[in-house]
Structures are given as structure tokens and as C-alpha cells.
């Protein structure tokens, strides 16, 4: 899942702020390239496994 497909100084939030004139390209280039993992204190250790196991397939691609 993308969290913040627009970072954050480019949110809708910051127009019309010093924030939205900000310089930030490491920023702009990690929106695009973050992986987020569904991984919370609730899930099982089976269910950690199979995402990690997801993952380790993808990654030997």
C-alpha cells in the first residue's frame, strides 16, 4: 500500500506554504519507491511467515 503518494510538502495540506516550495527531491523519488509491509504487533506468526515468504519469492525474481 502507498501511504503518501505525494509527499508531503506537496500535499493538498501545505498549498500555499513555504512547505510546497520546498526542494526535496530524495523525498519525491521515495514516494515512488517505498515498500510498505503488512506488518502489525496483531498478526499471527503464520501470517508474518507468509509475508515474508511473499517476499523472499519476489526478491529471487
Known amino acids: 500500500m502507498v501511504y503518501y503518494a505525494r509527499p ?15 526542494c526535496c527531491p530524495v523525498t519525491e523519488r521515495l514516494c515512488g519507491s517505498v515498500l510498505s509491509l503488512p506488518i502489525d504487533p496483531y498478526k499471527t506468526k503464520d501470517e508474518v511467515d507468509a509475508v515474508v515468504s511473499a517476499l523472499k519469492r519476489v526478491c529471487e525474481l
Open 8 to 22: 508531503m510538502h506537496l500535499q493538498g495540506a501545505f498549498a500555499n506554504t513555504v512547505s510546497a516550495l520546498a
